[in-house]
């Protein structure tokens, strides 16, 4: 069993690419997790606002996300490349933009496995300008999952135990510890994920992974949010406003660490966001942008750790782009992102020098949490060319089992 950290994406979108909104197209969906039959959504912006020609092309993968050397015949029904033809100019905006849509499948493209995809957007010079991951599953078995306080006194108030069962009534599975690979994510970041898991019980026609240590997480703190859909007026999250020569300037105001702190319920959306504005009936194309403005109060010891405002709003990555500096005049950690209008979650974690990464550093980490986790059943027969992603588990820590 193992818990291995690893960015969401290995590569950095375009600096003029923002606003990238991929996920399932169902309500209150936010990931980008399908069974065949559904479609995926994938919206952005580009602020050059030039109209430019985009393209996708879809690769499959492995359960690591390396290329599973398939030709694309054997995965793909049509085109696994092709132009995105749906974008339209932002409207009455400050910022300029061109917003582009495509979904998938489509009448061009249509999938005929299941397993992990990656799909890349190019320009016309050939030149990726973003990549986002995408799971495409048969849901061949079903996944019963539970959350529980975990079992070690060392760390039962600040961890979480995930623990489920693969029913499989319907679907052979001839060598389950060998063919059968689970992964658990965590409010879908791969960061965290856990995978390397091992059937502990059989019963009839179940696998049981009933693990205490093994399954174990962080729970973590709930997300911290902002509002911009009234991007001209403070709130209860936003200290002030001004519009400067391009743009507005969202001023957060400072938060505090809460390492210390009791837990606190704060309802949140587990790291996601979605684009939203008050003044305009079309939000992808009415809404507008502002610098928005991070600032940190820590007085813990963050010598050797880089400190990032982290969340789905930048897919999870960790870069120069989110990553905030420490102002000696203010004694803040400060950082300033480009943002559309929304409703966002964010987190701050933290990364040391050896690569570790940490949500708990700065916001502490309570078992009370409220968390989403998601089990992936990946499936490899002896044999096979491929991975199959076979079924999806999902169970959310409001129902915490002792």
Known sequence: MSQFSFSQSNFDDADYIKSVVFKADITN???????FGEELSLIFDDLNADERNYY??????????TSSNLSTIEFINGFPEDKIREYQNSFNTY???????LKIPNQNTKF????????????DNDEVVLKRRFIIYEPNVTVAVTVHKSRDISNIDTHQTVQFTINNTNFRINNPSQEVIPVILQNNNWQTAITG???????????????????????????WK????????????????ELGTDTYNTYLYTVEERIDQPYTLFPDINGNFFIRSLTGELNNIEADYSWVHFSLES???????????????NNWALNNSNKLQYNKDTGLYEATILLKQGFYNYQFVTIDQKGNFSNHDIDGSHYQTENNYTVLVYFRPFGARYTKVIGVGIANSKILLN
């Open 29 to 35: 969906a936010y990931t980008p997790i399908i069974k």
């Open 56 to 65: 996708y092309k879809i690769d499959h993968c492995n359960i690591d996300w």
């Open 95 to 101: 910022l300029p933009y061109t917003n582009y849509q």
């Open 112 to 123: 005929k496995l299941s397993g992990n995809y990656i799909i890349s957007i190019f320009n």
């Open 197 to 223: 898991l091992k059937p502990q019980f059989y019963r009839g026609n179940q696998l049981m992974y009933q693990y205490d240590k093994e399954t174990t997480f962080w729970a973590g703190n709930e997300f």
């Open 226 to 241: 902002f509002d911009t859909k009234e991007i001209r007026s403070g709130n209860i999250d936003i200290a002030t406003v």
């Open 299 to 313: 007085l813990e010891d963050l010598r050797g750790k880089d400190v990032f405002v982290s969340g789905n709003f």
